[in-house]
């Protein structure tokens, strides 16, 4: 199994909601990310875990909590979004550094 | 701040012939570097890697050629088809130093024309 799930595929919330999204990898990779990617712009890292450990944060507010329950998941809690937080939410994954990252098909997220 | 970027945001190739994207990296660190191929609604798909210590490799129908002395990178993509339209994305890893980040370019649109 080389595929990155991702869930929901769509998601529209409105700034007071709390939703999550989710991710999910049986490749045994140790290494789990996510990105926020803006319409025609390259995808941008919000977080890294590395060994279930958070290992990178790129300075992302803190109305995005990410979670790794487990080898195999990753979560992106929401709470209290902005307008301008609406993107395509990507997750990726790999072994490790210096490996290519598989990447899901993204949840495409609206905030109203 | 150190950034990898495109020469060409959009390029326009007909059926058949051949495609070359450029992309430039000014991080001297980076040893390990990817293409990314991402259709409309979709997530970025692997394509090719390369490391530091080649300079060429090929894969089915793409060729990714590094340059470390002038910190250029390419992706060359034979008898170009309909399917191969998408952005392509050059992506960089400093393994030494990053911890797993990745820095993508800024993409360049292929349009195939039949």
């Known amino acids: 199994d080389t595929e990155v799930t991702q869930t929901p595929k769509h998601l529209v919330m409105g700034m007071t909601n709390k939703k999550s999204l989710k991710c999910e990898q049986h490749?045994?990779?140790?290494?789990m990310y996510w990105y926020k990617q803006k319409a025609k712009k390259p995808p941008e890292l919000m977080f890294v875990?590395?060994?279930?450990?958070?290992?990178i944060n790129e300075s992302v507010p803190s109305r995005f909590s990410p979670e790794c329950p487990n080898s195999s998941l990753l979560n992106l809690h929401l709470h209290a979004l902005q307008p301008e937080d609406s993107a395509l939410y990507l997750c990726?994954?790999?072994?490790?550094?210096?490996?290519?990252?598989?990447f899901g098909p993204g949840t495409r997220l609206t905030v109203l | 701040g150190e950034s990898v970027g495109l020469h060409l945001p959009t390029l326009s190739v007909q059926e058949g012939d051949n495609s070359i994207i450029n992309c430039a990296y000014s991080n001297s660190a980076s040893d390990y570097f990817i293409w990314y191929k991402q259709e409309s609604g979709k997530g970025p798909q692997f394509i090719i890697d390369i490391r530091s210590n080649m300079d060429k490799r090929q894969g089915q129908r793409v060729t990714v050629l590094l340059n470390k002395t002038v910190k250029h990178l390419s992706l060359q993509i034979a008898a170009t088809q309909p399917g191969d339209s998408a952005v392509y994305f050059c992506a960089e890893n400093p393994t030494a130093a990053a911890g797993n980040k990745l820095t993508f370019g800024g993409g360049t649109r292929v349009l195939v024309k039949p």
């Open positions: 875990y590395s060994y279930e450990k958070l290992s």
């Open positions: 990726a994954s790999s072994q490790g550094q210096g490996y290519e990252q598989f």
């Open positions: 490749m045994g990779h140790r290494a």
